[in-house]
């Protein structure tokens, strides 16, 4: 069962634009709510996370937003940069020690 | 702070064997998290252990297993493998749990079964 839904395959932006990367779950009981970045040959590295009290969290370049009644999440990155092409997982936890994840957005920013 | 450390990075096995898949956890850390990621499935939640304990599985098949030591090195077996067991596995730590902690990944062990 995908809980945790990442319709776009890939994205590819300009450099220097901004990158919106989605989510989408259905679990209403997820409370806690994370990217993480991963490089080809890597693992996944922590990106930035939410909990459910707020609907947004920024961390430099990157923004999270958190939209509890359409249950959607979104990654903002702005400006984007050529090293920040990856493939981008959104994650949730519902609080019983089970992290659900998405299938991964690939983001190619362009020179 | 050493990462953590997923021993072999490549594995090729046939059908029908077993295979024994090892992590180090980051110092410090008690939770260790097994995941296996596929193409277009992304990365889905095999287990958890902390302080040797299983505190939650994900929805694979018995011939996944686990298990935990008490310096928090844990390992992962897989019976009777399957051609669909091909995929990346990775292992993650994570101070007190999944939940609301952020989780650091190994690179991973890719395991091909032919």
């Known amino acids: 069962d995908q809980q945790v839904k990442q319709n776009s395959p890939s994205l590819s932006v300009q450099e220097g634009r901004i990158s919106i990367l989605n989510c989408d779950y259905t679990n209403s009981m997820f409370d806690y709510f994370l990217w993480y970045k991963k490089y080809p040959a890597e693992g996944p590295t922590f990106l930035i996370s939410?909990?459910?009290?707020?609907d947004k969290n920024e961390d430099g370049r990157f923004t999270v937003f958190l939209n509890k009644s359409a249950k959607h999440l979104s990654l903002h990155i702005v400006p984007s940069q050529p090293g920040d092409s990856a493939v981008y997982f959104c994650?949730?936890?519902?609080?019983?020690?089970?992290?659900?994840f998405g299938a991964g957005t690939r983001l190619t920013v362009k020179p | 702070k050493a990462g953590v450390t997923q021993t072999p990075r490549y594995l090729i096995k046939t059908r029908g064997q077993q295979v024994t898949l090892s992590c180090s956890p980051i110092s410090g850390h008690r939770s260790v998290s097994w995941y296996q990621q596929t193409p277009g499935q992304g990365l889905q939640f095999l287990f958890e252990?902390?302080?040797?304990?299983?505190?939650n599985k994900g929805n694979f098949p018995g011939r996944f297993s686990g298990r935990q030591f008490s310096n928090s090195r844990s390992e992962m077996n897989v019976s009777t493998l399957e051609l669909g067991d091909s995929a990346l596995y990775l292992c993650?730590?994570?101070?007190?749990?999944?939940?609301?902690?952020?989780?650091?990944f190994g690179n991973g062990t890719r395991l091909t079964v032919t």
């Open positions: 994650a949730a936890s519902a609080g019983i020690d089970d992290m659900r």
């Open positions: 252990y902390f302080s040797e304990t299983q505190r």
């Open positions: 993650a730590s994570s101070l007190n749990g999944v939940y609301n902690s952020p989780l650091h």
């Open positions: 939410i909990s459910s009290i707020k």
